[in-house]
Protein backbone atom coordinates (compact mmCIF):
# COMPACT_ATOMS: atom_id res chain seq x y z
CA UNK A 1 0.00 0.00 0.00
CA UNK A 2 1.64 3.40 -1.26
CA UNK A 3 1.92 5.83 1.58
CA UNK A 4 0.87 9.47 2.15
CA UNK A 5 3.08 11.86 -0.49
CA UNK A 6 3.71 15.47 -0.41
CA UNK A 7 5.67 17.30 -2.74
CA UNK A 8 8.49 19.38 -2.72
CA UNK A 9 10.37 17.69 -0.48
CA UNK A 10 12.37 20.79 0.11
CA UNK A 11 11.58 24.01 -0.68
CA UNK A 12 13.61 27.58 0.20
CA UNK A 13 12.04 31.31 -0.55
CA UNK A 14 12.43 34.96 0.10
CA UNK A 15 10.17 36.27 2.26
CA UNK A 16 6.75 37.69 1.00
CA UNK A 17 6.91 35.08 -1.49
CA UNK A 18 4.36 32.78 -2.17
CA UNK A 19 4.54 28.64 -2.18
CA UNK A 20 2.50 26.05 -2.20
CA UNK A 21 2.20 22.34 -0.99
CA UNK A 22 0.96 19.01 -2.25
CA UNK A 23 -0.25 16.19 -0.37
CA UNK A 24 -1.97 12.93 -2.00
CA UNK A 25 -3.05 10.70 0.97
CA UNK A 26 -3.19 7.08 0.99
CA UNK A 27 -6.02 5.87 -0.90
CA UNK A 28 -9.44 5.50 0.35
CA UNK A 29 -8.62 7.53 3.55
CA UNK A 30 -11.47 10.49 4.19
CA UNK A 31 -9.57 12.65 6.54
CA UNK A 32 -7.00 14.69 5.61
CA UNK A 33 -4.76 16.75 8.01
CA UNK A 34 -1.85 19.46 7.69
CA UNK A 35 0.35 20.01 10.57
CA UNK A 36 3.41 22.07 10.75
CA UNK A 37 6.12 21.26 12.74
CA UNK A 38 8.46 23.95 13.67
CA UNK A 39 12.44 22.87 14.36
CA UNK A 40 12.48 21.90 18.03
CA UNK A 41 8.72 21.65 18.62
CA UNK A 42 5.93 18.86 18.04
CA UNK A 43 3.91 19.19 15.18
CA UNK A 44 0.83 21.40 14.95
CA UNK A 45 -2.55 20.91 13.49
CA UNK A 46 -3.13 23.97 10.88
CA UNK A 47 -6.04 21.90 9.19
CA UNK A 48 -8.20 19.14 8.90
CA UNK A 49 -10.61 18.14 5.95
CA UNK A 50 -13.08 15.25 6.03
CA UNK A 51 -13.72 14.49 2.37
CA UNK A 52 -13.77 18.03 0.48
CA UNK A 53 -15.14 19.60 3.49
CA UNK A 54 -13.27 21.56 6.62
CA UNK A 55 -13.29 20.33 9.94
CA UNK A 56 -11.26 22.19 11.98
CA UNK A 57 -8.85 25.28 10.70
CA UNK A 58 -8.67 27.21 13.75
CA UNK A 59 -5.15 27.55 13.77
CA UNK A 60 -4.60 28.27 10.27
CA UNK A 61 -3.30 31.68 10.06
CA UNK A 62 -5.78 32.48 7.17
CA UNK A 63 -4.49 36.30 6.40
CA UNK A 64 -2.05 34.51 4.73
CA UNK A 65 -2.47 30.73 4.80
CA UNK A 66 -4.85 28.35 2.34
CA UNK A 67 -5.90 25.00 1.82
CA UNK A 68 -7.94 22.90 -0.21
CA UNK A 69 -8.87 19.80 -1.27
CA UNK A 70 -11.06 19.06 -4.20
CA UNK A 71 -12.63 16.39 -5.24
CA UNK A 72 -11.65 15.11 -1.50
CA UNK A 73 -8.57 13.44 -2.12
CA UNK A 74 -5.56 15.58 -2.70
CA UNK A 75 -4.80 18.76 -1.14
CA UNK A 76 -2.26 22.18 -1.42
CA UNK A 77 -1.62 24.16 1.09
CA UNK A 78 -0.58 27.73 0.35
CA UNK A 79 1.22 30.52 1.97
CA UNK A 80 0.74 34.01 0.61
CA UNK A 81 3.09 36.09 1.64
CA UNK A 82 5.41 33.98 3.67
CA UNK A 83 6.75 35.44 6.83
CA UNK A 84 10.61 34.20 8.27
CA UNK A 85 8.28 32.52 11.26
CA UNK A 86 6.64 30.21 8.29
CA UNK A 87 10.06 28.20 8.19
CA UNK A 88 9.05 24.64 9.45
CA UNK A 89 8.23 21.10 7.93
CA UNK A 90 5.20 21.13 6.80
CA UNK A 91 3.33 17.18 7.20
CA UNK A 92 0.50 16.04 5.60
CA UNK A 93 -1.21 13.07 7.67
CA UNK A 94 -4.31 10.82 6.63
CA UNK A 95 -6.69 8.86 8.52
CA UNK A 96 -9.09 6.00 6.80
CA UNK A 97 -11.97 6.24 9.11
CA UNK A 98 -13.40 8.16 11.90
CA UNK A 99 -10.21 9.84 14.42
CA UNK A 100 -8.95 9.49 16.80
CA UNK A 101 -10.31 5.47 16.58
CA UNK A 102 -7.79 4.90 13.31
CA UNK A 103 -4.31 5.87 13.50
CA UNK A 104 -2.82 9.14 11.01
CA UNK A 105 -0.34 8.06 8.93
CA UNK A 106 2.22 10.87 8.35
CA UNK A 107 3.82 11.78 5.53
CA UNK A 108 7.56 12.65 4.77
CA UNK A 109 6.64 16.54 5.03
CA UNK A 110 8.13 19.69 3.09
CA UNK A 111 10.93 21.33 4.33
CA UNK A 112 10.36 25.00 4.16
CA UNK A 113 13.40 27.93 4.34
CA UNK A 114 12.14 31.38 4.40
CA UNK A 115 14.58 33.83 4.01
CA UNK B 1 -7.05 22.67 28.76
CA UNK B 2 -5.28 20.19 26.42
CA UNK B 3 -1.47 19.25 27.07
CA UNK B 4 1.16 17.25 26.52
CA UNK B 5 4.87 17.60 28.84
CA UNK B 6 7.49 15.40 27.65
CA UNK B 7 10.28 17.12 30.24
CA UNK B 8 13.14 15.27 28.67
CA UNK B 9 14.19 17.22 25.65
CA UNK B 10 17.34 14.71 24.60
CA UNK B 11 18.48 11.51 26.32
CA UNK B 12 22.00 10.07 25.49
CA UNK B 13 22.16 6.20 26.56
CA UNK B 14 24.65 3.40 25.39
CA UNK B 15 23.53 0.49 23.51
CA UNK B 16 21.46 -2.30 25.63
CA UNK B 17 20.73 0.02 28.19
CA UNK B 18 17.00 0.19 29.15
CA UNK B 19 15.31 3.75 28.44
CA UNK B 20 12.44 5.45 29.52
CA UNK B 21 10.44 8.13 28.08
CA UNK B 22 8.45 10.43 30.37
CA UNK B 23 5.28 11.91 29.24
CA UNK B 24 1.95 13.84 31.23
CA UNK B 25 -0.73 15.09 29.68
CA UNK B 26 -3.96 17.07 30.82
CA UNK B 27 -7.37 16.85 29.81
CA UNK B 28 -11.01 17.62 30.76
CA UNK B 29 -12.61 14.73 28.99
CA UNK B 30 -13.06 11.42 30.49
CA UNK B 31 -12.79 9.55 26.87
CA UNK B 32 -9.41 10.40 25.10
CA UNK B 33 -7.07 9.02 23.40
CA UNK B 34 -2.93 9.02 23.89
CA UNK B 35 -0.53 8.16 21.22
CA UNK B 36 3.21 7.69 20.50
CA UNK B 37 5.05 8.73 17.32
CA UNK B 38 8.98 7.84 16.31
CA UNK B 39 10.19 10.10 14.60
CA UNK B 40 13.89 9.02 12.41
CA UNK B 41 15.88 11.32 10.83
CA UNK B 42 14.30 10.98 7.44
CA UNK B 43 11.56 12.95 9.09
CA UNK B 44 8.22 10.80 9.21
CA UNK B 45 6.37 10.30 11.88
CA UNK B 46 5.87 6.75 12.50
CA UNK B 47 2.94 5.52 14.29
CA UNK B 48 3.99 3.16 17.69
CA UNK B 49 0.73 2.80 19.83
CA UNK B 50 -2.53 3.61 20.70
CA UNK B 51 -4.26 3.42 24.03
CA UNK B 52 -7.90 4.87 25.47
CA UNK B 53 -8.59 6.23 28.19
CA UNK B 54 -10.65 3.39 29.45
CA UNK B 55 -7.54 0.55 29.25
CA UNK B 56 -5.31 0.92 31.75
CA UNK B 57 -3.24 -2.25 31.09
CA UNK B 58 0.36 -1.48 30.39
CA UNK B 59 1.59 -3.02 26.79
CA UNK B 60 4.28 -4.71 25.47
CA UNK B 61 5.90 -5.17 22.16
CA UNK B 62 9.34 -6.67 21.55
CA UNK B 63 11.59 -4.11 23.08
CA UNK B 64 9.29 -1.77 23.62
CA UNK B 65 6.57 -1.31 26.65
CA UNK B 66 4.40 1.15 27.99
CA UNK B 67 2.97 2.38 31.10
CA UNK B 68 -0.38 4.24 31.24
CA UNK B 69 -1.22 5.48 34.65
CA UNK B 70 -4.39 7.95 34.98
CA UNK B 71 -3.68 8.62 38.58
CA UNK B 72 -0.76 10.50 37.79
CA UNK B 73 -2.08 11.51 33.88
CA UNK B 74 1.41 9.86 32.65
CA UNK B 75 2.08 7.45 29.15
CA UNK B 76 5.31 6.70 29.42
CA UNK B 77 7.31 4.51 27.10
CA UNK B 78 10.42 2.05 28.03
CA UNK B 79 12.61 0.92 25.23
CA UNK B 80 14.55 -2.17 27.15
CA UNK B 81 18.05 -2.77 25.20
CA UNK B 82 18.36 -0.07 23.04
CA UNK B 83 19.71 -0.14 19.88
CA UNK B 84 21.55 2.00 17.48
CA UNK B 85 18.36 2.10 15.44
CA UNK B 86 15.76 3.37 18.34
CA UNK B 87 17.81 7.07 17.85
CA UNK B 88 15.04 9.42 17.15
CA UNK B 89 12.53 11.74 18.54
CA UNK B 90 9.67 10.27 20.03
CA UNK B 91 6.67 12.10 20.46
CA UNK B 92 3.81 11.35 22.92
CA UNK B 93 0.39 12.73 21.87
CA UNK B 94 -3.08 13.02 23.00
CA UNK B 95 -6.34 13.34 21.20
CA UNK B 96 -9.59 13.66 22.63
CA UNK B 97 -13.24 12.10 21.66
CA UNK B 98 -14.24 11.77 18.36
CA UNK B 99 -16.08 15.89 18.11
CA UNK B 100 -12.74 16.77 18.44
CA UNK B 101 -11.98 16.32 14.80
CA UNK B 102 -9.07 13.33 16.70
CA UNK B 103 -6.62 16.25 15.85
CA UNK B 104 -3.38 15.29 17.75
CA UNK B 105 -1.62 17.22 20.22
CA UNK B 106 1.42 16.78 20.53
CA UNK B 107 4.56 16.56 23.36
CA UNK B 108 7.64 18.93 22.53
CA UNK B 109 9.14 15.41 21.79
CA UNK B 110 12.15 13.74 23.39
CA UNK B 111 15.84 13.36 21.59
CA UNK B 112 16.74 10.05 22.07
CA UNK B 113 20.46 8.74 20.79
CA UNK B 114 21.70 5.67 21.44
CA UNK B 115 25.88 5.58 21.13
CA UNK B 116 27.27 1.88 20.06
Known amino acids: EAGVAQSPRYKIIEKRQSVAFWCNPI?????LYWYQQILGQGPKLLIQ????????DSQLPKDRFSAERLKGVDSTLKIQPAKLEDSAVYLC?????????????FGPGTRLTVL | AQKVTQAQTEISVVEKEDVTLDCVYE???????LFWYKQPPSGELVFLIR??????QNEISGRYSWNFQKSTSSFNFTITASQVVDSAVYFC?????????????FGQGTELSVKP
Open chain 1, 93 to 105: ASCLGAPPYNEQF
Open chain 1, 27 to 31: SGHAT
Open chain 1, 49 to 56: FQNNGVVD
Open chain 2, 27 to 33: TRDTTYY
Open chain 2, 51 to 56: RNSFDE
Open chain 2, 93 to 105: ALSEDYNQGGKLI
